[in-house]
T-cell receptor, first 112, second 114 residues
Framework: QKEVEQNSGPLSVPEGAIASLNCTYS??????FFWYRQYSGKSPELIMS????GDKEDGRFTAQLNKASQYVSLLIRDSQPSDSATYLC????????????FGKGTMLLVSP | DGGITQSPKYLFRKEGQNVTLSCEQN?????MYWYRQDPGQGLRLIYY???????QKGDIAEGYSVSREKKESFPLTVTSAQKNPTAFYLC?????????????FGSGTRLTVV
């Protein structure tokens, strides 16, 4: 079964620190990778996408992809209390489905 | 503004009752999806549709049904055969298949069995 794995957390960091969120996936042929942020009781919102090996930066967010290790990460620099949320990793797998497979999410808590 | 509208926001179902969750999008997206989210769980795919009048079962389709008569609309019916329907239901859409640019989500419907 195709899987996406994330630590459930919570990951606790102080305000201003770097938060590092990790995700592994089982399908070596996976094509596209996404990070969603979900506040409690709300729907997920797309914050980053990455398609090729390396780093992709957007403001305080950096996504990192290593297809050889089947690993994708999200770094949040200068973490703010408003970043406290659950972060979902989603992967487009090469399984014949044209749908995203989601991890269970990592809860991030940023303390003032 | 373009987006996805889910209604109702909260829904209460009695035992043995069928209920229908609405999902409408004005983004001109071809593909639409239904996911279920339980506390502490990831999103699990119920059904998806890549084109009008066609849809596919996802991982947990039992006890659910859908229709796609219009590009803009993808309603989900939770039937009495679904034994544990209490969950947060999310509708999503995407511009194309394969999903190269991710999904846009609606605001969700929280269904509770009473």
């Amino acid at each position: 079964q195709k899987e996406v794995e994330q630590n459930s957390g919570p990951l606790s960091v102080p305000e201003g620190a770097i938060a590092s969120l990790n995700c592994t996936y089982s399908d070596r042929g996976s094509q596209s990778f996404f990070w969603y942020r979900q506040y409690s009781g709300k729907s997920p919102e797309l914050i980053m996408s990455i398609y090729s090996n390396g780093d992709k930066e957007d403001g305080r967010f950096t996504a990192q992809l290593n297809k050889a290790s089947q690993y994708v990460s999200l770094l949040i620099r200068d973490s703010q209390p408003s970043d406290s949320a659950t972060y979902l990793c989603a992967v487009l797998m090469n399984s014949g489905y044209s749908t995203l497979t989601f991890g269970k999410g990592t809860m991030l808590l940023v303390s003032p | 503004d373009g987006g996805i509208t889910q209604s109702p926001k909260y829904l209460f179902r009695k035992e043995g009752q069928n209920v229908t969750l609405s999902c409408e999008q004005n983004l001109n997206h071809d593909a639409m999806y239904w996911y279920r989210q339980d506390p502490g769980q990831g999103l699990r795919l119920i059904y998806y549709s890549q084109i009008v009048n066609d849809f596919q079962k996802g991982d947990i389709a039992e006890g659910y049904s859908v229709s796609r008569e219009k590009k803009e609309s993808f309603p989900l019916t939770v039937t009495s055969a679904q034994k544990n329907p209490t969950a947060f239901y999310l509708c999503a859409s995407s511009t194309q298949v394969p999903v190269s640019y991710g999904y846009t989500f609606g605001s969700g419907t929280r269904l509770t069995v009473v």
